[in-house]
């Protein structure tokens, strides 16, 4: 099975919503949209579903332009973030409902809706009807329905935002081997991506209605084709710097320098953009080539075993993650760290020019 989007786009009321995009997607994949809300995810599955019909391209599934044909006559299953069950129904005939329509036999719905209930931890709720059921147990049922439908392209979107962070983690694990295993085309919308490195597979950042990159996902996020794509593929957002190549050295804005080493020592003397993520930034010197910054402190904001640190530099708000509960004063000044190894750099224009050293060690 495949699925390629030939130059699709979508506007509407003369508002773009997906610039024209190139993908292609293959059998037993999975493929992650990554990107903020209202970045086009939604809106790109949809014309891969047949909800929507592009407005230029086409959809080709399986080498056959499918493009307007209605979604009911595709072989297509979609979860949405809010669940949608048949509230008459009992759970066992929200489930069953795909596979009767197919005209699957008793024993054959039978079979299925109970291996999809048990993975979906509903066994003992097959007999209630969905509103007697909590909002997580009611999307896990949507989610089961998909999974006995047998489609061939699988569309969830953020399907497990509204589910406890145990479950959501056990989902993520099983879901897509599910799927995979079954030979179809998963595709799966995140905004966060760290939900998208625990996925794996395929990433396509997403970013106003265009895809920036699309690689394997630790590709697309050591080594990122520009300075948007690192924005998205980074939570809290990457972090940037204005520099100057200066022969053998870096030299960033409030007069620290680097050694241009590496791929960087062929970079033609001129300004860039650095980019380092906020679990690089650290508040002691780790390494003695570290760089240090002084910014102001503006806020902290504490999760238990992390602290995030905003701080503003030389008119740049930045981010730090830095390990531990810290105990700081809003409004200093502040000094962290910054190990080389760690700075990606991008042209003027966002460009990737070079990807972090640690990055391509990896």
Not at 203 to 232: I, L
Request: some cysteine.
């Amino acid at each position: 099975m495949s699925l390629v989007l030939e130059g699709v786009s979508k506007v509407v009321s003369g508002q773009t919503h997906i610039h024209p995009t190139h993908l292609e997607l293959s059998s037993g994949t999975m493929n992650v949209l990554l990107g903020p809300t209202s970045s086009g995810k939604t809106s790109l599955m949809r014309l891969m579903a047949g909800l929507d019909v592009p407005n230029t391209g086409k959809v080709i599934w399986n080498g056959t332009d499918v493009t307007g044909m209605r979604v009911q006559d595709r072989g297509v299953a979609m979860v949405y973030q809010q669940f949608i069950n048949y509230p008459s129904m009992t759970v066992y005939d929200n489930i069953a409902s795909p596979m009767r329509l197919l005209g699957k036999t008793k024993d054959e719905v039978d079979v299925a809706v109970k291996k999809a209930a048990e993975l979906m931890k509903l066994s003992a709720m097959l007999d209630r009807k969905p509103l007697e059921l909590s909002g997580g147990q009611q999307q896990r049922c949507a989610l089961a329905r998909a999974l006995v439908k047998d489609a061939g392209l699988v569309l969830l979107d953020e399907p497990l935002a509204n589910l406890d962070y145990k479950l959501r983690e056990e989902l993520r694990a099983e879901i897509p081997k599910i799927f995979e295993e079954a030979g179809s085309i998963f595709v799966y919308a995140t905004t966060e991506p760290e939900e998208a490195l625990l996925l794996g597979g395929n990433t396509a950042t997403m970013w106003e209605g265009a895809v920036t990159q699309f690689d394997k996902t630790p590709v697309v996020y050591r080594q990122p084709v520009d300075a948007t794509t690192a924005r998205v593929f980074s939570d809290p957002p990457m972090n940037f710097l204005k520099i100057r190549k200066q022969g053998s050295s870096l030299q960033f804005g409030d007069g620290q320098v680097a050694a241009a080493s590496g791929t960087l020592a062929a970079l033609a003397d001129g300004a860039y953009l650095a980019g380092f993520r906020p679990n690089h930034l650290e508040l002691q010197r780790q390494s003695p080539t570290a760089l240090e910054f002084t910014g102001k402190l503006n806020v902290t904001e504490i999760t238990g075993s992390e602290t995030f640190v905003h701080l503003n530099h030389q008119g740049e708000n930045w981010v730090g993650l830095v390990h531990g509960v810290k105990n700081l004063k809003i409004g200093s000044a502040l000094s962290v760290y910054l190990d080389p190894k760690h700075i990606y750099i991008f042209a003027e224009n966002g460009t990737s020019v070079a990807a972090a050293s640690y990055a391509t060690a990896a």
